[in-house]
């Protein structure tokens, strides 16, 4: 079930399943009611309507779509899991009031997967010791370690490890002698950790990486004074939302620039809008970095997440869901998670005894793995699940993104 606010209206996008109907013979000493199942709620702080809805749409999609199994599988014993949606428009004023709409609506715990929401919100997970689960990382959301946690990595400690795995595998710097880095981006939470920690690995590693400059706009879509500065590089951190990254990629191409790009998961969660714009030609070779498997891989749950999409969807839709590349396969395994930690809270005690201080309990002493040796997890002081990043390289002559054969790299955030 999923409730919807849009502009403060609020939409039911499905009836409640109906209860099986009682025999009508009284005297059938084996008749017994139907179970009664306790409803569990799903915050979902989301942008459908601004700037990130090209993605964040389909990110919904994949949390529907995993709810939806999740019930019908009856994987929780006793519970009914539920969404309910408000539509942030990627505004950070939204934030607080969207928060507080989904704790009157019963929201027993809290997600997103925008950045600016979930630092405006930390605190208030923290107030109202409410379990605050988010797609994205940033220092403020882990440090101190409370009841906010990233289903991922920060963004600053994955850019610190391509790098390093770029001057392993990707760049001969002993040869060529420093790589040229720049980056360019919206000023946002997420943009400005990526710059700080990109400029510290540079620092700490002037043989490698020559850092030229970051360069942060408000939300530009267009970024000449930024191309000037940074088509002389060898390596790119480009914008991370939407038509704003696409175009500048375009006027970097149009710049004659060679630079290869360095990418988060974020990037290709905007796959279709950069073929689109760009064709396959015009991102040959852009690194990107992805904690969870990809689409057609063989690993467990690749291959469940793709099971699950044949389920539910079809043809165009089906389509357009893969094309969204990790906006719906980075979430789903996102998602997954975050739905192992609430059936592993919810098994333990019951849906009807649930409790944030329960969920928290669960969260912090939570390990999994989607790839064997591959963990993730929490613990009393760790808030960020990820443990290993994955490194793909899209390929134009075969029009896909696949993995690098040194496919795996450990995370680190120190240089």
Same mark, same amino acid.
């Given at each position: 079930?999923?409730?919807?606010?849009?502009?403060?209206?609020?939409?039911?996008?499905?009836?409640?399943?109906?209860?099986?109907?009682?025999?009508?013979?009284?005297?059938?000493? *084996?008749?017994?009611?139907?179970?009664?199942?306790? %409803?569990?709620?799903?915050? *979902?702080?989301?942008?459908?309507?601004?700037?990130?809805?090209?993605?964040?749409?389909?990110?919904?999609?994949?949390?529907?779509?995993?709810?939806?199994?999740?019930n019908e599988e009856n994987l929780i014993p006793g519970a009914e899991l539920e969404v309910v949606d408000y539509d942030t428009q990627y505004d950070p004023s939204r934030a607080i009031p969207g928060w507080e709409w989904l704790k009157e609506r019963g929201a027993d715990v809290i997600v997103t997967g925008l950045p600016p929401i979930a630092v405006t919100n930390r605190s208030l997970a923290d107030k109202d010791k409410t379990v605050f689960m988010n797609l994205s990382g940033d220092p403020v959301l882990?440090? +101190?370690?409370?009841?906010?946690?990233?289903?991922?990595?920060?963004?600053?400690?994955?850019?610190?490890?391509? /790098?390093?795995?770029?001057?392993?595998?990707?760049?001969?710097?002993?040869? %060529?002698?420093?790589?040229?880095?720049?980056? $360019?981006?919206?000023?946002?939470?997420?943009?400005?950790?990526?710059?700080?920690?990109?400029?510290?690995?540079?620092?700490?590693?002037?043989?490698?990486?020559?850092?030229?400059?970051?360069?942060?706009?408000?939300?530009?879509?267009?970024?000449?004074?930024?191309?000037?500065?940074?088509?002389?590089?060898?390596?790119?951190?480009?914008?991370?939302?939407?038509?704003?990254?696409?175009?500048?990629?375009?006027?970097? *191409?149009?710049?004659?620039?060679?630079?290869?790009?360095?990418?988060?998961?974020?990037? +290709?969660?905007?796959?279709?809008?950069?073929?689109?714009?760009?064709?396959?030609?015009?991102?040959?070779?852009?690194?990107?970095?992805?904690?969870?498997?990809?689409?057609?891989?063989?690993?467990?749950?690749?291959?469940?997440?793709?099971?699950? /999409?044949?389920?539910?969807?079809?043809?165009?839709?089906?389509?357009?869901? %893969?094309?969204?590349?990790?906006?719906? $396969?980075?979430?789903?395994?996102?998602?997954?998670?975050? /739905?192992?930690?609430? %059936?592993?809270?919810?098994?333990?005690?019951?849906?009807?005894?649930?409790?944030?201080?329960?969920?928290?309990?669960?969260?912090? *002493?939570?390990?999994?793995?989607?790839?064997?040796?591959?963990?993730?997890?929490?613990?009393?002081?760790?808030?960020?699940?990820?443990?290993?990043?994955?490194?793909?390289?899209?390929?134009?002559?075969?029009?896909?993104?696949?993995?690098?054969?040194?496919?795996?790299?450990?995370?680190?955030?120190?240089?």
């Amino acid at each position: 079930m999923r409730v919807i606010v849009r502009f403060g209206v609020i939409v039911m996008s499905c009836l409640l399943l109906a209860l099986p109907l009682l025999a009508a013979c009284g005297d059938d000493d *084996n008749e017994t009611a139907p179970t009664k199942k306790t %409803k569990f709620t799903i915050g *979902n702080l989301t942008d459908i309507t601004g700037v990130a809805a090209e993605s964040m749409t389909k990110v919904d999609v994949a949390l529907d779509d995993l709810v939806r199994y999740f019930n019908e599988e009856n994987l929780i014993p006793g519970a009914e899991l539920e969404v309910v949606d408000y539509d942030t428009q990627y505004d950070p004023s939204r934030a607080i009031p969207g928060w507080e709409w989904l704790k009157e609506r019963g929201a027993d715990v809290i997600v997103t997967g925008l950045p600016p929401i979930a630092v405006t919100n930390r605190s208030l997970a923290d107030k109202d010791k409410t379990v605050f689960m988010n797609l994205s990382g940033d220092p403020v959301l882990v440090n +101190p370690p409370g009841w906010a946690f990233v289903m991922g990595a920060s963004a600053g400690c994955e850019m610190m490890t391509i /790098l390093k795995w770029v001057a392993e595998h990707d760049w001969d710097y002993k040869t %060529k002698g420093p790589a040229k880095l720049g980056s $360019a981006g919206w000023d946002d939470p997420i943009v400005q950790d990526v710059q700080t920690r990109a400029e510290e690995y540079c620092k700490a590693h002037p043989d490698q990486f020559e850092w030229v400059g970051g360069y942060r706009t408000a939300y530009s879509v267009t970024w000449g004074p930024e191309v000037e500065k940074l088509s002389g590089c060898d390596y790119v951190l480009p914008p991370m939302t939407g038509i704003g990254f696409v175009n500048f990629i375009k006027e970097m *191409n149009a710049a004659g620039s060679d630079a290869r790009y360095l990418c988060s998961d974020a990037q +290709p969660s905007y796959l279709g809008m950069m073929i689109d714009g760009l064709g396959w030609d015009g991102f040959d070779g852009m690194l990107f970095m992805m904690p969870s498997p990809y689409w057609g891989e063989d690993y467990e749950t690749s291959k469940l997440m793709e099971r699950i /999409l044949d389920r539910y969807h079809t043809g165009a839709d089906a389509e357009a869901l %893969k094309m969204s590349g990790t906006a719906y $396969a980075g979430a789903w395994h996102m998602f997954y998670g975050i /739905l192992l930690v609430v %059936k592993e809270c919810l098994t333990d005690i019951g849906p009807e005894n649930f409790s944030q201080e329960a969920l928290y309990n669960t969260a912090v *002493n939570f390990t999994g793995a989607f790839v064997k040796g591959r963990d993730w997890g929490f613990n009393e002081t760790k808030r960020e699940a990820w443990n290993w990043v994955g490194i793909f390289r899209a390929n134009a002559a075969d029009q896909r993104i696949v993995r690098e054969k040194e496919g795996w790299a450990p995370i680190i955030c120190t240089p």
